[in-house]
């Protein structure tokens, strides 16, 4: 038993006139929704119009459209049958088919881990009747906003790793990079039934946490751990000279930064399936206790010698100045 792939990519040419019933992802699954249920696909005089009696739900013969982007995962009492990885048209048989097997992408972002998450989740006995089918978002999600109530921390390469501090403010994109760990370890337990909501979305607010995912709230969580990562990755970039104003309007190297950093902390990737995408910082400033600290360190530089020289001769010729002018 399970899935034959009919075709690769779009729903096209002779299967285009031959699938009158399909299933595909719940209506909404866009911006920030990362899990859709499978649901059929509104065909005029079919008898599965309506799609509320069985959305999400096998049976023998059911056809998928996987649309480019997307995941197809099949589960059972929490535990996974099936995954189609490639985009294209899968047909699902009950009866024993040598042919029948998971469809993983052969290339692509998640295909160095997705085998071997596969392999760690997989169902270990025989599916029962009725197995429940999700699609699983992989575009990057953008718009994702932070801002730092109070300055982030951080130590500046730059100023002889001088402890400096920065508001910040702007947003940041998500990608799921491994759906078997998403759907395992961070979508709540009740997205995961025949009767729960149709979309899970990384805005959910109020989601009640389960042993497996500890979700709580979605946006909290995802918002504390890229907050708690921006002081590890501003110190990491800024090493090797780059400045944090080279940062404004987002970099590649910024985003792998703070990537690198969630992974060290939070382990989004090995264990949750997410990455960060991209960061696009919209402000990016020095509280004023760093910008004195700036300014003598600049000042000091413009007057040769060592760093710790040139501090010493800047305060020298403020205590000069000062003189001076009394």
């Given at each position: 038993?399970?899935?034959?792939?009919?075709f690769?990519g779009?729903?096209?040419?002779?299967?285009?006139?031959?699938?009158?019933?399909?299933?595909?992802?719940?209506?909404?699954?866009?911006?920030?929704?990362?899990?859709?249920?499978?649901?059929?696909?509104?065909?005029?005089?079919?008898?599965?119009?309506?799609?509320?009696?069985?959305?999400?739900?096998?049976?023998?013969?059911?056809?998928?459209?996987?649309?480019?982007?997307?995941?197809l995962?099949?589960?059972?009492?929490?535990?996974?049958?099936?995954?189609?990885?490639?985009?294209?048209?899968y047909?699902?048989?009950?009866?024993?088919?040598?042919?029948?097997?998971?469809?993983?992408a052969?290339?692509?972002?998640?295909?160095?881990?997705?085998?071997?998450?596969?392999?760690?989740?997989?169902?270990?006995?025989?599916?029962?009747?009725?197995?429940v089918?999700?699609?699983?978002?992989?575009?990057?999600?953008?718009?994702?906003?932070?801002?730092?109530?109070n300055?982030i921390?951080?130590?500046?390469?730059?100023?002889?790793?001088?402890?400096?501090?920065?508001?910040?403010?702007?947003?940041?994109?998500?990608?799921?990079v491994?759906?078997?760990?998403?759907?395992?370890?961070?979508?709540?337990?009740?997205?995961?039934?025949?009767?729960?909501?149709?979309?899970?979305?990384?805005?959910?607010?109020?989601?009640?946490?389960?042993?497996?995912s500890?979700?709580?709230?979605?946006q909290?969580?995802?918002?504390?751990?890229?907050?708690?990562?921006?002081?590890?990755?501003l110190?990491?970039?800024?090493?090797?000279?780059?400045?944090?104003?080279?940062?404004?309007?987002g970099?590649?190297?910024?985003a792998?930064?703070?990537?690198?950093?969630?992974?060290?902390?939070?382990?989004?990737?090995?264990?949750?399936?997410?990455?960060?995408?991209?960061?696009?910082?919209?402000?990016?400033?020095?509280?004023?206790?760093s910008?004195?600290?700036?300014n003598?360190?600049?000042?000091g530089?413009?007057?040769?010698?060592?760093?710790?020289?040139?501090?010493?001769?800047?305060?020298?010729?403020?205590?000069?100045?000062?003189?001076?002018?009394?």
């Open positions: 038993m399970g899935f034959i792939q009919a690769k779009a729903l096209s040419g002779s299967f285009a006139n031959q699938w009158l019933e399909y299933m595909v992802p719940a209506e909404g699954m866009s911006d920030h929704v990362a899990l859709a249920k499978a649901v059929p696909n509104r065909v005029a005089g079919s008898e599965n119009n309506d799609g509320e009696e069985s959305a999400g739900v096998i049976s023998d013969g059911s056809k998928f459209f996987v649309p480019e982007g997307t995941c995962i099949v589960l059972e009492n929490g535990a996974i049958t099936a995954v189609m990885g490639e985009a294209g048209g047909e699902y048989h009950a009866q024993d088919l040598p042919e029948a097997k998971s469809f993983f052969k290339d692509g972002f998640f295909a160095s881990t997705f085998g071997q998450s596969w392999n760690q989740f997989k169902f270990g006995g025989q599916p029962g009747n009725q197995q089918a999700f699609y699983v978002n992989l575009k990057a999600m953008s718009g994702f906003r932070y801002g730092t109530r300055p921390r951080y130590k500046d390469a730059n100023y002889n790793n001088a402890m400096l501090a920065v508001t910040s403010n702007g947003t940041y994109s998500l990608q799921i491994d759906p078997i760990l998403f759907v395992k370890n961070f979508v709540p337990a009740e997205y995961l039934t025949l009767n729960g909501p149709r979309l899970f979305s990384l805005d959910a607010e109020n989601v009640s946490s389960d042993a497996n500890n979700a709580g709230n979605v909290d969580r995802l918002f504390m751990g890229f907050i708690g990562s921006l002081g590890a990755a110190s990491a970039y800024t090493k090797g000279g780059k400045s944090i104003d080279d940062i404004q309007g970099t590649v190297e910024f792998q930064a703070v990537d690198e950093a969630v992974e060290a902390t939070y382990q989004w990737g090995s264990q949750l399936g997410i990455k960060i995408a991209s960061v696009e910082p919209g402000g990016l400033d020095w509280d004023q206790p910008v004195d600290l700036i003598k360190f600049n000042t530089m413009l007057m040769q010698g060592t760093v710790g020289q040139a501090y010493s001769q800047t305060q020298i010729a403020e205590g000069l100045n000062a003189a001076g002018n009394n």
